[in-house]
C-alpha cells in the first residue's frame, strides 16, 4: 500500500474529517498512550513494550515494504489504530496480498474511526482475515462482508509434565489429577515415526522452497520473525530419504513451544502426523519448554494432530473478506504465523495448566 495520507470520513457522528496515515516511529509514544487508554490496560503491558511496538510496525522487512501500522488523527490527537500482519500468497495463478489486523483500536468517544480503517484496509488489499478477536469484533465483521469460514483448532501436548508441574500448575487438591493427566496425555499415543523422516534445522534457503513460499511465508518472513524480541524462532527441513518434503517453524514463548506452522508438500493427515511429531522431537531437544501448541484448520491438519497426541483446547472462529469476484481458494492454514498469537507472550501461560 502507497503511504499517501488520505481525508476520511471517519462515521456518521463525526463533525469534521479526520486525517488517515500510516504510523510512524515518532508516533510511539503517543500509540503506546492510546492503545493503553483503549485496551484498559499498563502502558507496561507486554504487548505496549517499545522494542516490540518497534519491531511489529517500524522493523524494515524484505518481504513486506509497505506500511504495517495506520492511524486517524482528528485535530493531532490519534482516534483510531490499525495494524496489520501481512501476508502474499499465490491463488488463481495471481499474487494476493492479504492482511490481519492487529492491535485495532478506536477512541469510544469518536464512533466509526475504527470501521473507518476497517473499510479503508478492505478496499486495500486482496483480501483481509481475522481469527478470532474481541466478542464485539465479531460481531462486527459479518455486517462489512465479512464470512467465517470455519474454526482454527488450537490443539496442545505435554512434553515435560513434571516440570509442567512444578512451573505452572496452580496448587489445590486437582493438582495430582492434572498431573496424572498430562503424563497419560505425554505418553499415549506412542510417538512412533516412520523410518526415514528427519528432522533438520533450517540453514536459510526456506525462500527455494516452492512449499513454503506458495503459502506467503518465504525466508524473508522467517528472517523478520528471528529478529522478534518476545519470541526465539527456529525452523526446521522435513526429509523423508534425504528428500526435502517440508518444513516447519517453531516460536519459544516463555514456557510454550509454538508450532508456527507447517508446510507440507503432500499435506496429508499422515504428513501432518509426521511434521508434529518431528516438530515434539525437536522442541525437547532444543528447549527446555513444558508443552508444545499448534494450530489447525482443516480436516487433514486436525486429524494429524490428534495421531500424533495432541488434545484440542480452544476452537477460534476465522472470518475472511474478499473482493467481488474473488472465489479461488487460498493456500493458507490460518496457523499462528498467520497472526500475532505467533510472538504474543500473554499466551504462554499454557493450554493444559
Given at each position: 500500500m502507497k503511504g499517501n495520507s488520505t481525508l476520511v470520513r471517519a462515521g456518521p457522528s463525526a463533525e469534521m474529517s479526520s486525517f488517515f496515515r500510516p504510523s510512524a516511529v515518532t508516533d510511539q509514544t503517543q500509540l503506546i498512550q492510546f492503545l493503553?487508554?483503549?485496551?484498559?490496560?499498563?502502558?507496561?503491558?507486554?504487548?505496549?513494550?517499545?522494542?516490540?511496538?518497534?519491531?511489529?510496525?517500524w522493523e524494515s522487512r524484505s518481504d513486506w515494504p509497505g506500511p504495517r501500522s495506520f492511524v486517524l488523527e482528528r485535530d493531532g490527537r490519534l482516534v483510531a489504530h490499525a495494524g496489520i500482519w501481512p501476508v502474499t500468497v499465490q491463488s488463481g495463478g495471481k499474487l494476493r496480498a492479504g492482511?490481519?489486523?492487529?492491535?485495532?483500536?478506536s477512541d469510544p468517544r469518536m464512533p466509526g474511526a475504527g470501521v473507518a480503517l476497517l473499510q479503508r484496509l478492505t478496499r486495500t488489499y486482496d483480501f483481509v482475515y481475522s481469527i478470532g478477536g474481541s466478542a464485539m469484533t465479531q460481531s462486527i465483521l459479518p455486517k462489512f462482508g465479512f464470512r467465517c469460514i470455519g474454526d482454527a483448532l488450537t490443539m496442545a501436548r505435554p512434553i515435560r509434565?513434571?516440570?509442567?508441574?512444578?512451573?505452572?500448575?496452580?496448587?489445590?487438591?486437582?493438582?495430582?489429577?492434572r498431573l496424572a493427566?498430562?503424563?497419560?496425555w505425554f505418553r499415549a499415543?506412542?510417538?512412533?515415526l516412520d523410518h526415514g523422516w528427519a528432522a533438520v534445522e533450517s540453514a536459510g534457503g526456506v525462500a527455494q522452497s516452492g512449499i513454503v513460499a506458495q503459502s506467503g511465508r518465504g525466508e524473508p518472513f522467517f528472517e523478520y520473525l528471528r529478529k522478534c524480541p518476545s519470541v526465539r524462532c527456529l525452523s526446521f527441513d522435513v526429509l523423508n530419504h534425504g528428500r526435502r518434503a517440508g518444513f516447519f517453524a517453531l516460536t519459544i514463548a516463555g514456557d510454550q513451544a509454538r508450532v508456527a506452522g507447517v508446510w507440507m508438500e503432500d499435506p496429508s493427515?499422515?504428513?501432518?502426523?509426521?511434521?508434529?511429531?518431528?516438530?515434539?522431537?525437536?522442541?525437547?531437544?532444543?528447549?527446555?519448554?513444558?508443552?508444545?501448541?499448534?494450530?489447525?484448520?482443516?480436516?487433514?491438519?486436525?486429524?494429524g494432530a490428534a495421531h500424533a497426541g495432541f488434545r484440542l483446547?480452544?476452537?477460534?472462529?476465522?472470518?475472511?473478506?474478499?473482493?467481488?469476484?474473488?472465489?479461488?481458494?487460498?493456500?493458507?492454514e490460518f496457523q499462528f504465523a498467520?497472526?500475532?498469537?505467533v510472538f504474543l507472550r500473554e499466551e504462554s501461560a499454557g493450554f493444559l495448566t
Open positions: 493503553a487508554r483503549v485496551f484498559s490496560v499498563g502502558q507496561g503491558a507486554p504487548f505496549l513494550e517499545p522494542s516490540l511496538l518497534r519491531w511489529k510496525y492482511v490481519h489486523m492487529i492491535d485495532w483500536a509434565p513434571w516440570r509442567q508441574m512444578l512451573r505452572h500448575q496452580s496448587r489445590d487438591l486437582r493438582l495430582p489429577l493427566r498430562n503424563i497419560w499415543p506412542r510417538r512412533a493427515p499422515a504428513n501432518w502426523r509426521t511434521a508434529l511429531l518431528l516438530a515434539q522431537e525437536t522442541a525437547l531437544a532444543h528447549t527446555v519448554t513444558s508443552e508444545i501448541a499448534a494450530r489447525c484448520l482443516t480436516e487433514s491438519s486436525a486429524e483446547r480452544a476452537r477460534t472462529p476465522v472470518f475472511l473478506f474478499r473482493k467481488a469476484g474473488e472465489s479461488e481458494p487460498l493456500p493458507l498467520d497472526n500475532d498469537a
